[in-house]
T-cell receptor, first 116, second 112 residues
Framework: GENVEQHPSTLSVQEGDSAVIKCTYSDSASNYFPWYKQELGKGPQLIIDIRSNVGEKKDQRIAVTLNKTAKHFSLHITETQPEDSAVYFCAASNVILTGGGNKLTFGTGTQLKVEL | NAGVTQTPKFQVLKTGQSMTLQCAQDMNHEYMSWYRQDPGMGLRLIHYSVGAGITDQGEVPNGYNVSRSTTEDFPLRLLSAAPSQTSVYFC???????????FGPGTRLLVL
């Protein structure tokens, strides 16, 4: 099955700096890679996702890059703000294979702290 | 829309007790899932359903049962709770043809 590794487990940055979280996956058939943000006491919320036919995707201060050859993808947050402090999870899935299923394989999470 | 709702928010059980974690969604989503979240292990899929009357096992199904009698509800049953089932449980749903999953607020379960 799929295995997703995520690094770092904790990340502390100064407000206004950039933050980068990296994930690697093992199954070359995976073709969908979402990123979730989880605030304290809440459920995860999708912030951005990318499919394997795209190398990069941006949404305001957030971007995700995908390297299919190396089987890794990264989340980039620019101009970080205190409200970006949360746990971030990457995930991978084979959309064609799972079809109607929800078989996302998650990374172990990164605790991001944005300091004033 | 309330989205995905879960009850209870917090529960303490003794080993061997049974209970049902409730999950409901009002978005008419076909797909629903249960995950457990443990420190340092991310979210792991327990069971999922692609529609009413259809369920299947995920990565860690042992000790849990599910049923899907309606589109809206997807309860998770612990038949005989064990300390290893101490965790935070999340229910999620998504629309057929879409990949975005919507998560509930979670149920924190402590088994003594």
């Amino acid at each position: 099955g799929e295995n997703v590794e995520q690094h770092p487990s904790t990340l502390s940055v100064q407000e206004g700096d950039s933050a980068v979280i990296k994930c690697t996956y093992s199954d070359s058939a995976s073709n969908y890679f979402p990123w979730y943000k989880q605030e304290l006491g809440k459920g995860p919320q999708l912030i951005i996702d990318i499919r394997s036919n795209v190398g990069e995707k941006k949404d305001q201060r957030i971007a995700v890059t995908l390297n299919k050859t190396a089987k890794h993808f990264s989340l980039h947050i620019t101009e970080t703000q205190p409200e970006d402090s949360a746990v971030y999870f990457c995930a991978a899935s084979n959309v064609i294979l799972t079809g109607g299923g929800n078989k996302l394989t998650f990374g172990t999470g990164t605790q991001l702290k944005v300091e004033l | 829309n309330a989205g995905v709702t879960q009850t209870p928010k917090f529960q303490v059980l003794k080993t061997g007790q049974s209970m049902t974690l409730q999950c409901a969604q009002d978005m008419n989503h076909e797909y629903m899932s249960w995950y457990r979240q443990d420190p340092g292990m991310g979210l792991r899929l327990i069971h999922y359903s692609v529609g009413a009357g259809i369920t299947d096992q995920g990565e860690v199904p042992n000790g849990y049962n599910v049923s899907r009698s309606t589109t809206e509800d997807f309860p998770l049953r612990l038949l005989s709770a064990a300390p290893s089932q101490t965790s935070v449980y999340f229910c999620a749903s998504r629309r057929q043809g879409a990949q975005t999953q919507y998560f509930g607020p979670g149920t924190r379960l402590l088994v003594l």
